[in-house]
Every structure is written in C-alpha cells, then in structure tokens.
C-alpha cells in the first residue's frame, strides 16, 4: 500500500532554531502533499498545500515567510519552522496523494516538535 | 465541501460491531465520503471511501444511505487497537485538502 515517511518523527531544539521536516512518498509520486498541525486535543488543521514545482499554498493565519515549504521533486516536500518558539510546538504532519483517479490521501506518523 | 457530523464518542465491548454514524445532509452529487482514523500520537490512517455505493475492503464496510445524507462505517470485530478517533470527510475531488471535524473517539474495551 502507499506509504509515506515523514522524518524526524521527534525533535527538541531551542528557542530561535530552525527546523525542517521533511515527508517523503515511499513508493509512489505526489504532485500534492498537504501539511497539517495539531495541538493537544484537538483536530488537525490544514496549514498549506504543496504542489510539486509552484509555490505553496498557505491558509489564512499561517504566516508563509515562518512555515517554509518546498516542493522540489515528486516525492519529497519539506516543512522548514523559521526562527521556532515554544507557542510553534505542535505535531505536525504532512499527507500525500497519487497521481490519477480519485486516490485517497495517505498521512506520515508525524513529527512532534517541541521547542524551549 | 460539505459539513459532516459525528457522535463525540462510541463506546464498543471487543469482538462486537462497531457501527460509527456520520451525518452530511449538505453533500453534493460529486462528494465523496471519507474515513480516517488516527490512533494517539500517530497519523491519520486511511480506511475506506465510497460515493454512492457500499463499499468493502480488509478494514471496514461503509454503509451510505440512498440519498446520500448519511452513512455508516463498520468495524465488524472491534479488537482493543481500534480505539481511535474516527474521521469522517467529505471530499469533492482528487486533490482537496481534507479538512478535519472532531471525529468520534471510539473506545473498545474487553
């Protein structure tokens, strides 16, 4: 089945770090990767969609110069957290789909960021 | 895309049907029903879709009324490890986001 790998699963770093995520798809190529983030509690939330050479799309409140994405290949896309501050520690997690037909989305285990 | 709305949870004894209702009366002709479930601490997993017909696989039934207003998913032996939040989406094309209600928070217990 699909599978898409989502590296690292668990960070901690300080405050004004940068980190990056990335989601891979493992055995297939996705034009479109979604990120997410949730926090305790509560449900994911759609912060951008990430479209394989263009430019990102950000949801409203996501500030798009703090969430970096990039896109660069078929089956890579990178979440990189500018300058990360503790109220950005949050789970987040990124999904693909495949090319073709009505396939449906598969999601990494995560990355649970933790910043101090 | 449509509103759906779940039950905030469900209780099940193990080995029993898990029936999880979902409401989308507002859903168009070219909306399709979508089931995740995420397990703590993990990503959403993907279970089963349908659009107007029944549908089957190695996880799950889903149960879609005729006018579409309404479905079910069914898990037909609840085990302990489908304790999870259950998410039910619908999705007008290939390619949307999905955008995540409160699911329901299934407890199977023995």
């Known amino acids: 089945g699909a599978v898409v790998s989502q590296h690292p699963s668990w960070v901690i770093c300080k405050s004004g770090t940068s980190v990056k995520i990335e989601c891979r798809s493992l055995d297939f190529q996705a034009t479109t990767m979604f990120w997410y983030r949730q926090f305790p509690k509560q449900s994911l939330m759609l912060m951008a969609t990430s479209n394989e050479g263009s430019k990102a799309t950000y949801e409203q409140g996501v500030e798009k110069d703090k969430f970096l994405i990039n896109h660069a290949s078929l089956t890579l896309s990178t979440l990189t957290v500018t300058s990360a501050h503790p109220e950005d520690s949050s789970f987040y997690i990124c999904?693909?789909?495949?090319?073709?037909?009505?396939?449906?989305?598969?999601f990494g285990d995560g990355t649970r960021l933790s910043i101090l | 895309d449509a509103k759906t709305t779940q039950p905030p949870s469900m209780d099940c004894a193990e080995g029993r049907a898990a029936n999880l209702p979902c409401n989308h009366s507002t859903i168009s002709g070219n909306e399709y029903v979508y089931w995740y479930r995420q397990i703590h601490s993990q990503g959403p997993q993907y279970i089963i879709h349908g659009l107007k017909n029944n549908e089957t696989n190695e996880m799950a039934s889903l149960i879609i009324t005729e006018d579409r207003k309404s479905s079910t998913l069914i898990l037909p032996h609840a085990t302990l490890r489908d304790t999870a939040v259950y998410y039910c989406?619908?999705?007008?094309?290939?390619?949307?986001?999905?955008?995540f209600g409160k699911g329901t928070t299934l407890s199977v217990s023995s």
């Open positions: 989406i619908a999705v007008d094309q290939a390619g949307t986001a999905l955008i």
């Open positions: 999904s693909a789909m495949g090319q073709g037909g009505n396939q449906p989305q598969h």
